[in-house]
């Protein structure tokens, strides 16, 4: 990190004064909540955050390095960006440009390198110092990588009540950090760092805030986030169960989700909460990325494709209306048709309501990346077309079959035309039906009468029908 110098600081001036922000967050949850915190620390200096990028005074990229593809699309909008840091300083405007996230930690100093009109690169364990790295860019390009000694929840601003309900009734939180499992493709242990989990009182206490303003829903966020193990209100260490048992007793809180989950970190209390916490939501993201066990042992997920199976057994043994969704891999290096054919079948076998799914991309400094059998660009895409078939005609007959349902609905915001809100299903389907803004905040059932590509359509319904079908 570069000190500041003890000359004229142009910043130091207009430390409060209005000034705009500009965040654009690429990848994961994680990352939309990282976002709503650099705005929430920036804006005692005056920052208010604006959705035109031409009117910024600071503009903050918050980057994903998951995949090369992600990577790369950084580069190509700090390229638009520079022109238009040339455009507005022809206007006399000055703009900062800043690069959170992965690609910051995982690229540091070598960002300034490949592109001179960044100002200030900042990893995510840092974030709670941008006010101070703002300043310091004035004089000098700055970067701030470190995995730090100090917390930085315990630094970050809270955001106002005014703030959090311009947000909407559905929030992130995050409760757990970084990764200790070290999936061979995976760079989350190296940019994220180790596998941290904050306390309970500091996690209730932020989920009091949200909830006072108005969230019914919360998510609770990690990277490995069924190995939460924090500090609990007794002193001991707290599992992810016993954190949701605890945030279920807030009032306001209707809905609670957690993501994203490693299959061996599913403990038998937290498939127990399933069962009898009716604030947590019947949805859960338990990416397995292959149904190959040749594939999963070089990946280092350390279970069996019949492990998954089981395990999926059980939950939905204590969560019948349960439904699933996960993350695949294709491609891996070493894949051959029979791997895929045993993914297909493990889709086929266990059912995903929804799915995420990449080619695998080699992540510089990943065990992964060093494998000598690294599967040919146009076998991966052939390969993944196949499985997003299975998984599209899953999804659409998970969505087909809401139809003539009552089921809960969260309703979000107003809908798309003039007379409709839209809402969220249990299983995050977007619903919308006939009402008004009175409806916002509100879980009220609604009979699902029609099924789009993307949505459900739906009308009010009794509360007593809820789950008639
Ligand atoms: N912690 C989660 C888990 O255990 O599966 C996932 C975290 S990662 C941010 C989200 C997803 O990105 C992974 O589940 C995986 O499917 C995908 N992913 C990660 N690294 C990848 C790579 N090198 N190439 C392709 N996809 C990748
Ligand atoms: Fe990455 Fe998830 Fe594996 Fe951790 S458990 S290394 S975050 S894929």
Redesign the pocket.
């Given at each position: 990190m570069k000190p500041a110098s003890d000359g004229a600081d142009p910043a130091a001036n207009e430390a409060t004064a209005p000034k705009k922000l500009f965040i654009k967050s690429f990848?994961?949850q994680?990352n939309v909540y990282d976002a709503t915190r650099m705005a929430d620390v920036l804006a005692p200096e005056g920052y208010q955050e604006t959705a035109q990028p031409e009117e910024a005074d600071l503009i903050v990229l918050n980057t994903?390095h998951?995949?090369?593809r992600a990577a790369e699309k950084v580069f190509s909008e700090l390229g638009k960006l520079r022109q238009l840091k040339q455009e507005r300083a022809g206007l006399g405007q000055e703009t900062r440009i800043a690069v959170a996230g992965c690609v910051a930690q995982a690229e540091g100093a070598e960002i300034l390198r490949k592109q001179r009109a960044v100002d200030l690169v900042v990893g995510p364990q840092n974030y709670h110092r941008l006010p101070d790295l703002v300043r310091q860019s004035f004089n000098a390009p700055v970067v701030d990588t470190d995995f730090p000694v100090e917390d930085k929840f315990d630094h970050l601003t809270a955001p106002s009540e005014a703030k959090i309900r311009e947000r909407g009734v559905a929030a992130f939180l995050t409760v757990q950090e970084g990764?200790d499992?070290f999936?061979t493709?995976?760079?989350?242990p190296y940019t994220r760092g180790a596998e941290v989990s904050r306390p309970v009182a500091r996690i209730v206490a932020e989920a009091e805030v949200l909830a006072r303003a108005g969230v019914r829903e919360i998510t609770l966020l990690g990277?490995?986030v069924d190995a939460y193990h924090g500090l609990g209100e007794d002193g001991e260490n707290w599992t992810l169960a016993q954190l949701l048992r605890r945030l279920a007793r807030i009032e306001g809180v209707a809905r609670l989700r957690f993501t994203?989950?490693?299959p061996n970190d599913m403990t038998d209390d937290l498939i127990e909460a399933f069962a009898d916490l009716p604030a947590l939501m019947p949805f859960l993201h338990l990416?397995v990325?292959s149904g190959s066990d040749a594939i999963l042992q070089a990946m280092n997920?350390r279970h069996s494709a019949e492990d998954y199976v089981r395990l999926i057994e059980k939950i939905r043994k204590a969560r019948p209306d349960l439904a699933l969704s996960s993350?695949?891999?294709v491609g891996?290096p070493g894949e051959t048709e029979a791997d895929v054919q045993a993914t297909l079948d493990l889709i086929a076998e266990v059912g995903f309501a929804s799915t995420?799914?990449?080619?695998?991309?080699?992540?510089p400094g990943?065990p992964?990346?060093e494998l000598a059998d690294q599967v040919d660009e146009a076998v991966k895409t052939e390969r993944l077309y196949r499985l997003q078939a299975l998984v599209e005609a899953q999804r659409q007959a998970f969505n087909a079959a809401m139809v003539g349902r009552v089921t809960p609905v969260l309703f979000e915001k107003l809908g798309r035309h003039a007379g409709q809100v839209a809402g969220k299903s249990p299983y995050l389907q977007p619903v919308q039906v006939e009402g008004g803004a009175e409806l916002i905040g509100r879980e009220a059932p609604v009979e699902i009468v029609r099924c789009g590509s993307n949505s459900l359509f739906g009308r009010l319904a009794a509360p007593e029908t809820v789950g008639a079908a």
């Open positions: 990848g994961c994680m994903c998951i995949r090369e990764c499992k999936c493709f995976c760079v989350v990277q490995n994203t989950s490693h990416p990325q997920r993350d695949f891999i891996f995420f799914s990449f080619k695998y991309s080699p992540r990943t992964g990346a």
